[in-house]
């Protein structure tokens, strides 16, 4: 039985390493590593219902082989009462083939009661590792969920720190482009109120601006040196 249980706890081990490779989810690792156990645990109780069965058919050999170890013990004395020695040789022969295919059950029987105690005793050890895992697998379920649920959370109080940031910047380069504008719309008002409003004007204006002015002055000045001419002449 000892070379049965080391395979079954080594194809168990195989099988629960090879979890880690098949799942993301560590509940669901959990969960399948817990129901394999308990499929391992069913066939355990089944293999020992299976031993016991087989036991009580041995038992219930034995029963008739005791009959018939008694009948030919019986038929042994009548013969030797009837004078047939000869027929009580052959009954008793009869009776001890008997027996020793009783010795042999028998021996056969009470190995059988001792592997179905080792069974007995794995089986319930094994149950009671299973109890465990299941109690161990809820709470590492519960810290798996509690420790999502908090990375969740710390992953929106980070975003919403960063969205806060963000509009924190376009705040501050909002206010500092009300501002220039508010300096803009003091400094024109000021150079109105001097005189000055051309100053503002982008350069290309300035310059078109003058150009014109500088022909007004320049057709002044013609016109005037015109009418001293005149002047002179006529006079």
Known sequence: MSGFWDRLRANVEAKLNKLFDRFEDPREQLDYAYDKLVQQLHDVEMALSRAIAARK??????????????????????????????????ALERKLVLVQQRETISKRIDEMKQDEEKMLALRDNLKT????????????????????AQVEVQGMITGLSDDFASAARIIERSEEKISDMKARAAAIDELIATGGALDLLEPEERDAIEKE????????QLEEELKKLKEEIGG
């Open 57 to 90: 058919k041995l038992e219930f050999e034995l029963e008739r082989l005791d009959e018939r170890i008694n009948d030919m013990d019986d038929k042994a004395k009548r013969a030797l009462k009837a004078g047939r020695e000869d027929l009580a040789k052959q």
């Open 213 to 220: 002015l500088g022909k007004i002055e320049m057709q002044s």
């Open 129 to 148: 590792k299973i109890e465990l895992f299941k109690a161990k697998k809820e709470q590492l379920k519960a810290e798996y969920e509690a420790s999502k």
